[in-house]
């Protein structure tokens, strides 16, 4: 079946400091991949997608994420973290087989000043 | 620009009371997603809709039922409510692109607790 496995429950980084959350999934064909971010009280917001190409992708807030078929990995990155970054953060594929999206359990990150 | 509207915002309920919550999207969107997020467990999936008139089971259907008469609408119902649906609710709505390769757009959640 289907999964999204996001390994660090929680990570705690120092601002100015570089930043990496981790996701990999199972997927048999080549996946539709989200990041989402999603803090506190609100609902979810797109910060990047892939689905073909490049497999280094922008997205806003200065994050990005590498796609890595042999690695079945879809992380995130950002060069620089700020204080406002303190948030949870959610991996995502879409199943084209059922027109559902599949998500990791997500990663809380906390930033220290 | 509204986005996704999810009302009410709070709710407490009665173990055995029924409500309905609303999701309404103003994007023109096919698909309609009702989620529950629990700690530690991330979103999961109640019912979904992929048009007017259609729905379907996700992962956690149970004790919930769902309607989707008009496009822009997709309602959850609790018919007789018990404390493990105490839950943040979020609906979510996508453009059918060619499937689920549009991201979803998000409501700000329903916060439901269950006495």
């Known amino acids: 079946a289907q999964s999204v496995t996001q390994p660090d429950i929680h990570i705690t980084v120092s601002e100015g400091a570089s930043l990496e959350l981790r996701c990999n999934y199972s997927y048999g064909a080549t996946p539709y991949l989200f990041w989402y971010v999603q803090s506190p009280g609100q609902g979810l917001q797109l910060l990047l997608k892939y689905f073909s190409g490049d497999t280094l992708v922008q997205g806003i807030k200065g994050f990005e994420a590498e796609f890595k078929r042999s690695q079945s990995s879809f992380n995130l990155r950002k060069p620089s973290v700020h204080w406002s970054d303190a948030a949870e953060y959610f991996c995502?594929?879409?199943?084209?087989?059922?027109?559902?999206?599949?998500f990791g359990t997500g990663t809380r990150l906390k930033v220290l000043a | 620009n509204a986005g996704v509207t999810q009302t009410p915002k709070f709710r407490v309920l009665k173990t055995g009371q029924s409500m309905t919550l609303l999701c309404a999207q103003d994007?023109?969107?096919?698909?309609m997603y009702w989620y529950r997020q629990d700690p530690g467990m991330g979103l999961r999936l109640i019912h979904y809709?992929?048009?007017?008139?259609?729905?379907a089971k996700g992962e956690v259907p149970d004790g919930y039922n769902v309607s989707r008469l008009k496009k822009q609408n997709f309602l959850l119902g609790l018919e007789s409510a018990a404390p493990s649906q105490t839950s943040v609710y979020f609906c979510?709505?996508?453009?059918?692109?060619?499937?689920?390769?549009?991201?979803?757009?998000f409501g700000d959640g329903t916060r439901l607790s269950i006495l």
């Open positions: 994007m023109n969107h096919e698909y």
């Open positions: 995502a594929v879409g199943d084209t087989g059922t027109y559902k999206y599949i």
């Open positions: 979510a709505s996508s453009y059918e692109g060619r499937g689920v390769d549009q991201p979803q757009h």
């Open positions: 809709s992929v048009g007017e008139g259609t729905t």
